[in-house]
């Protein structure tokens, strides 16, 4: 049998070794989800369904298809990004307001809305407090603003008598794909996005260390287990993929391709915990995989 080239490398060079060990944390590799038994969840389990709309079902599938894709998962809170049309040369972004069909599907639900971020809760809302960049916005902001600046949208959830904060990200894109790593757009666009991107994440940071609530962080990150934007929230908050049986598992996919990568990412912390944890298809309504997620909380309020 030939000799395994990458094994070989390694072990004629400490350093790649060591870079291969260090790098592996890093890979989006998660072995050990090969010897977990199917997690069960718990009466009590409170059910959260994260994903990425793509523009509010303009470009794929039907609104009823759409609206029944929701209603069937009867999740408990529901935490939608991009509640947004584009434009016909998809560049900019456009409000909507579907707020009455909304209602009419989920009556019982309350809705909280900031910008492109939708939370939908069987249980009472009790907060909406700003996030980061979106603490300073005046009252009143006109809609483009409020896209720009909430990226994220924390509602403090009332649940059988404890408090819970779930916070709804969609975190701004780094890269612009379609202009190819070969065009300086590309790296302008890098250039450009990344003080926006790293005052949301900061923003992000500092309201959960600050929150002794029990906390459900999930969305579209825009960001993979090699990028050290989530290095923070994977330090301080439990990754609820601990919990999976996959090993691994991938969100978006770009071109028709199958997902290749994990951008969309949920976590747990201060006695909430992940019970199970999966990411299901789609059925072509989206180019992201939603993120199905179902949590204990702690006994005591």
Known sequence: MA???VATAASNNPVAALALLVGFGQSGLDPAALWRSEPGTGPDSVRVFAWNTNSWNQLLGTQDHFYAFLKAKDADVYLLHEYQHVTAD?????PIDDLARLRREFPGYEVAVRGELVTLSRFPILRQPAVGPAGDLPPGADWQTEY???????????????????YNVHMPVWNSMPDGLLSAAFYRHMRERFAPRRAQYAGLEADVAANRNPVVVAGDFNATAAMSDLDPLRDRLDDAADVSTDPYPTSWEEGGWKPFWRTDWAFTGNGAKAERYEFNEPEKLSDHAVQDLWVSLPENG
């Open 3 to 5: 000799d395994d080239p």
């Open 148 to 166: 720009k600046e909430n990226k994220v949208l924390r509602t403090d959830v009332r649940v059988k008598g404890r408090t819970v904060s779930f």
């Open 90 to 94: 998809r560049k900019g972004k456009l």
